[in-house]
């Protein structure tokens, strides 16, 4: 029965197809609330977005439609990188953001999170 809220926004969320993309507002409103679903939605979602931007970032798809390795990937996010940390980063780069630039509130949430891991996490240059 613990679990049941968790479940029950799981079901919501694959069963409506037709939902609309989050935004960054919606997002960044999950991310301060004081209720425990809306913390962890975030917690799930900023997860879901690193692991998901993770997965593709080694590999692209080439005109045949076979995927092939990348020599040099996007972003390097670093090994054992704690769900908390993830969230944090992408918390303080919002806060920091609809801060100057109120009107980012309607950009794709999943974009402004991938922009958030490109741009804090980049790869080093070997010489």
């Known amino acids: 029965m613990r679990h049941l809220p968790r479940l029950l926004m799981l079901v919501t969320i694959v069963s409506c197809p037709a939902a609309e993309q989050m935004k960054v507002g919606d997002l960044y409103k999950m991310c301060t609330s004081s209720n425990q679903i809306d913390k962890t939605a975030c917690s799930f979602y900023v997860l879901g977005v690193f692991e998901g931007a993770g997965l593709g970032a080694g590999a692209v798809r080439d005109k045949s439609g076979t995927f092939r390795e990348l020599k040099d990937k996007p972003f390097c996010v670093p090994e054992g990188l704690s769900s908390a940390a993830m969230e944090l980063v992408v918390k303080m780069k919002m806060g920091e953001d609809l801060a100057v630039y ?24 070997a010489n």
């Open 102 to 125: 109120p009107q980012d509130r309607e950009m794709p949430a999943v974009s402004f999170v991938i922009g958030v891991i490109v741009h804090e996490f980049p790869c080093q240059k």
